[in-house]
């Protein structure tokens, strides 16, 4: 059966990482909600405001416009035989709303937990950087870029941050996390659906682990 892989975790976990890997090798779209609502950074319009200022504060977008969002963007026709959830469901809300999409499409949902422990996730979000021209995760503590600051596919563009990768915005994106959306392992654990990963490894070896993991799924 074609599969909904929902990537789960704190901010800086990896579901990101590991979500590009699966696009890569599983040939399944990476559908990130919060890369999405970033690429309406350049929008002059007063809902891209409203999206900017709640992820710059690190707290979620309502529930109503991200399902729109979700829903639309799973209707196309690259989802048809599944796709990679990154960032989403975040609420309960969105939770609900994934178990009706999954019937209506006829895909099975499998939740995976990339477990991290808070300790690592301040140096994960703060060491990150991105390319901007094809989105490339790198890390200047752990997945330092071949030259200083510069994309190793890409050697014109320089890395970029996140601003909401602050140390003060961390705190409160895993504040967020852990009041809204850590109740939701819970939900998925009941049933019977969740698979938790330990994150703290290789992301080549955790990659394994969660292919392993949605292969044995039928
Ligand atoms: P979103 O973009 O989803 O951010 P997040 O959940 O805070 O997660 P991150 O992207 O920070 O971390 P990640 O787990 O993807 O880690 P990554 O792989 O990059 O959401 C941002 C905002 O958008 C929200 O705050 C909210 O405002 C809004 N939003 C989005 N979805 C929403 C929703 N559904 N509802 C409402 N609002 C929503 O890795 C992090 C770093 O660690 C990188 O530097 C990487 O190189 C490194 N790393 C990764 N794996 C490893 C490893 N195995 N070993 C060493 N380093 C590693
Ligand atoms: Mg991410």
Redesign the pocket.
Known sequence: MSKIIVLM?A????????ARLLQDRLHLPQI????M??ALANEKTALAEEVQN??AA????S?EL?IKVVRERTAREDCRNGYIL??????TV?AEMLEGLALDQGHQIVAIF?DVPFELLEK??T???ICPVCGE???IY??PPAADNVCDHHPDATLVQRP??TSEKIRV?VE??EQQTKPLLDYYEKAGRLHRVD?????EA?YRYIEKIVNSES
């Open positions: 975790g901010p800086g976990a990896g579901k990101g990482t590991q990130s909600t919060g890369d609502f970033r709640l992820q690190g707290k979620l977008i529930d991200v990154d960032g989403f469901p975040r609420t969105q990339v994960r979000a060491g990150r950087r995760i790198y890390n752990f997945r909401d990768d994106r967020t996390y994150g703290t490894g290789d992301k955790i």
